[in-house]
Every structure is written in structure tokens, then in C-alpha cells.
């Protein structure tokens, strides 16, 4: 996740996102995505940073992140003065907002 910290880190704004892969990621791969989504940022001069990191659960029923995403946002927090923020979707509240979205298209 890239934004920003406000106020002291009271006010987060997430800018972008950049996805790493669709599966537990490697040292190898997340030391290049790191470092990629760091110089994004420095290209950037809105002073925008690596704020944290966002997952899926592998499994449906699933609704608290793994080990891996925990330990990558440990990892990000050693690098960063704010405390990084961890989004995880819930997949099941995902598939019921597309069974609406998919109803409502098919009433109109």
C-alpha cells in the first residue's frame, strides 16, 4: 500500500496499490517489490511512502490474515517511522457484495 501518514500518523491516506503476487510471496520476491514500490515512491514527489500491505485469506471461509502477511508488515514496520497498517479482505463479504452487485444488474 502507498500513501501517506498525516499528523503524526493520525490520518492515513492510501494513494495506490501495488500488487506483489497471488500467492505467499518469496525473500527474493518481496525484497524486489520492496524496493520497487520504493522507488515508485521516490519518483513520486507528493512524499508518499510504503504505508503497509494488503491480503486475501487463501481460503473462502478464512477471515484473519496468515503468518506471511504478519510478517511482512513487521518487516515493513522496521522501516518506517508510523505504524503500518495490514488490510485484509474478507473473502465471504466480498462474495456476497458481488451477489448483490450481479442482482442489481440483472433487475435492471
Known sequence: LIGTF???GATLTISDVLPVCHSHPTKPI???SLRLAE???VTNEDGE???GWYTAPE???DELPGPVALKIVSSIANNTENE???VSIINKSLENFLEE???SDLDQ
Open 84 to 86: 503500518p497498517v495490514l
Open 59 to 61: 481460503k473462502q471461509a
Open 39 to 41: 522507488a515508485y515512491c
Open 30 to 32: 518481496l525484497d524486489m
Open 6 to 8: 498525516k499528523t503524526g
Open 101 to 103: 452487485e450481479k442482482a
Open 49 to 51: 511512502g510504503i504505508v
